[in-house]
């Protein structure tokens, strides 16, 4: 377990929140207790703490630090971040950093962005777009999730007893 911390700024408030890089649940403003906008960078040694065992649904940001277009849909998922926030966790993964993950995730492009929900990816896009265009993209993930989980909870249904 990981004790890092970052420091988010509450856009309701601007207060400024130490927030850990990976817990259960989802972060609150300590002032005005809105939902924070969780955004937070991991590596190889950190994804599946930080990603794959997050509660909410996780955008990853596969970029590089020499990628134009990783600069420009950068903004983009964090305005994307602020306006779900407490329904997506933000994470940003510099591939040069990460070679494990650059390879099982078979990235040959950057940006290369993924809707990530309890370790399953959901959905996935690569290259730079426009905000409405994103924010459909993870709507349209999050509506294929809920449909992936009710229809795998009637499964566990039919299946009682066999475990
Ligand atoms: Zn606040």
């Known amino acids: 377990m990981t004790t890092a911390t970052t420091i988010i700024r509450c856009p309701n408030c601007g207060h400024k929140n130490r927030v850990p890089v ?4 989802r972060p609150r403003c300590g002032n005005c207790h809105k939902a924070l906008p969780w955004i937070v960078n991991a590596l190889d040694d950190s994804f599946a703490e930080i ?3 997050a509660d909410p649904p996780v955008i ?3 970029w590089a630090t020499w ?6 849909v950068s903004p983009v998922l964090e305005q994307l971040a602020t306006e779900r926030a ?3 966790k933000l994470v940003k993964v510099d591939v040069d950093r990460a070679p494990r993950l650059s390879s099982r995730f078979s990235v040959q492009a950057v940006p290369t962005l993924m809707v990530m929900h309890h370790g399953k990816v959901i959905s996935r896009q690569a290259g730079a777009a426009p905000v409405e265009v994103l ?3 993870f709507d349209d993930a ?3 999730d809920a449909r992936d989980e009710a229809t795998a909870d009637s499964g566990a249904d039919k299946g009682r007893g066999s475990a």
């Open 22 to 25: 990976s817990a259960r649940g």
């Open 51 to 53: 990603a794959e065992n």
């Open 60 to 62: 990853v940001d596969m």
């Open 67 to 72: 990628c134009a277009p990783c600069r420009m």
């Open 86 to 88: 407490g329904d997506v």
């Open 135 to 137: 924010r459909r993209w």
């Open 142 to 144: 999050m509506a294929k």
